[in-house]
C-alpha cells in the first residue's frame, strides 16, 4: 500500500502562510554563519563546520562562527526570519584559498546528507567540469533516495554554462525575479531553473552586527528553502518530487 | 587572446553598461592569489586596468569567485567592511556595485563589475542597481564565456 504524503493545493498554501519550520532542520552550505550575529538571536544551532583543503584534500572541521565573505549570514538571516522554529546548521565550502571548489562542496554535500538534514540549501554554483558531473550526480542521487530536499542558487539566463547542482532536475533550483517580486513564480522560460523569486534584501545580515542591502540568487534561494521548510513542517514525508510539483503547482 | 575577441568583449561590455545607465565596467581575470581587471570601459579605466590588485580572501568580488553566484549590493557606503582598496587609489566612492562570474572550461576564471560611483564625498544622491540589471550582465557574462571560448579555439574559418 503507497503510504506516501501528498496534499492539495490549499493545504500547501495554507502551510507556507502560516508554517513557521517547526521540526526542520535546515544545512546552509555557504561561506559561514556568524551565529553572534543580533539578527540570529534565537536561533537553534545544529552544526557549525567547515569544509577545509589540507595537503590536497577536504577535511571537514570547527566553523568557530566564522563567515569568510558575509553571504551565508545574510542567506541564515532571511532563513530564520521566515521559519524562527527550524534549526540551522552551517557548512562551510567557500573558501578563497581553494584552488579547486569542486570538492570541497562534494564534501559538504556528503557530510551534510550523512547528518540527516531534512532540507540542504547551496547557495552556490560549480560549473559542471565533465569529471565531476557523475560525482555530482551520484550525490543528488543519494539525497533522492534519502528523502533529502536540495535547495540550489541559480542564473536564468538562457545561455549559461551548466551549473551544478542547481542544473539537476530532482533539485529545486531559483534564480532571482527580475521585477523584484515576492511570493514564487515559475521562471518564463525554459530553464532548468525553475523557480523565481525576490532576490533583494534591503537589511540582509551581514558579518561584524550588521546589514547590508543586497541582491541575488542566493537570497531568492533562501526564501524557497523557508516556504519548503514550511511545507515539510506540516507534511513531513513529502517525497522530493512531490514537493517540488507542490511547489510548482503554488507558483504563480 | 586575439585582440579582436578583446574588443569585442570591450564593446559588449560598454554596451551593456550603457543599456542599465552606468558609466564604469570592467571584466577581471584571476591571476595567481590576486583578481586583476584587465578590460574595462569608462571614465575609471585607465587608472586601474592591469595596475590594480584585489587580494581572494577580501571584497564582493572575491566573493563572487568563490561562489560563482551574481551579486548586487546598494548603499554600498552606509556599511563597513566594503573592501575600498580601489576607491582609496581612485578618489572615489562606490554606491553600488554588480558583479557575475566567468566560467570557462569548468573554472570560475574571473568576474564582469559594473559600478556606480561619485567623487569622494559628493552630496548627489546616491544610485542603485536592481534584478533586471543584474540578469543584464549575467547574459553578457554568457557571452563573454563563449567569446572566450571561440577566442581560444585552433579552428580557423576557411578562406
Known sequence: ?252 | MPEQTVMLMRELLQRSAERIQSGNAAIWFRKEKHLVPQIGVGSHADHFLNRFEQPLNQGIVSLVLASGQSFCQNQIKDHDQHSDLLDIQLGIQTDAMIVVPIHLSGKTMGVITCVHTRLHGGTEEPQSFGPADLAEFEFLAACINHLILAGTSNDTPDQ
Not at chain 1, 94 to 118: C, F, K, M, W
Not at chain 1, 125 to 141: F, G, K
Not at chain 1, 168 to 192: D, I, M, Q, R
Not at chain 1, 209 to 234: D, E, N, Y
Open chain 1, 1 to 252: 500500500m503507497n503510504t506516501e504524503t501528498w496534499l492539495t493545493i490549499d493545504d500547501a498554501k495554507e502551510a507556507i502562510r502560516s508554517g513557521d519550520g517547526r521540526g526542520l532542520r535546515i544545512a546552509i552550505l555557504d561561506s559561514g554563519i556568524e551565529f553572534s550575529h543580533p539578527g540570529l538571536k534565537g536561533l537553534e544551532v545544529d552544526n557549525d563546520l567547515a569544509v577545509v583543503e589540507e595537503e590536497g584534500h577536504p577535511k571537514v572541521v570547527d566553523g568557530k562562527g566564522d563567515d569568510l565573505f558575509g553571504h551565508g549570514t545574510a542567506v541564515a538571516g532571511i532563513v530564520h526570519r521566515l521559519v524562527p522554529a527550524a534549526v540551522i546548521g552551517s557548512i562551510r565550502v567557500l573558501d578563497p584559498n581553494s584552488v579547486s571548489r569542486a570538492h570541497l562542496i562534494q564534501e559538504g554535500l556528503r557530510t551534510a546528507a550523512r547528518l540527516g538534514y531534512n532540507i540542504v540549501h547551496c547557495s552556490f554554483n560549480a560549473p559542471a567540469r565533465q569529471s565531476d558531473t557523475l560525482i555530482y550526480q551520484n550525490l543528488i542521487e543519494s539525497f533522492y533516495l534519502r528523502h533529502t530536499h536540495l535547495v540550489a542558487a541559480g542564473s536564468h539566463s538562457l545561455y549559461c554554462t551548466r551549473e551544478w547542482p542547481a542544473h539537476f532536475p530532482t533539485v529545486v533550483s531559483v534564480g532571482a525575479h527580475p521585477e523584484n517580486e515576492e511570493g514564487l513564480h515559475l521562471t518564463p522560460v525554459k530553464s532548468l531553473v525553475e523557480f523565481a523569486s525576490c532576490g533583494s534584501e534591503v537589511e540582509a545580515l551581514w558579518p561584524g552586527g550588521g546589514t547590508r542591502q543586497i541582491v541575488g540568487a542566493p537570497f531568492a534561494a533562501a526564501r524557497v528553502t523557508a516556504m519548503l521548510a514550511k511545507l515539510l513542517g506540516s507534511h513531513p514525508g513529502l517525497h522530493p518530487l512531490t514537493a517540488k510539483a507542490v511547489l510548482r503547482q503554488v507558483a504563480e
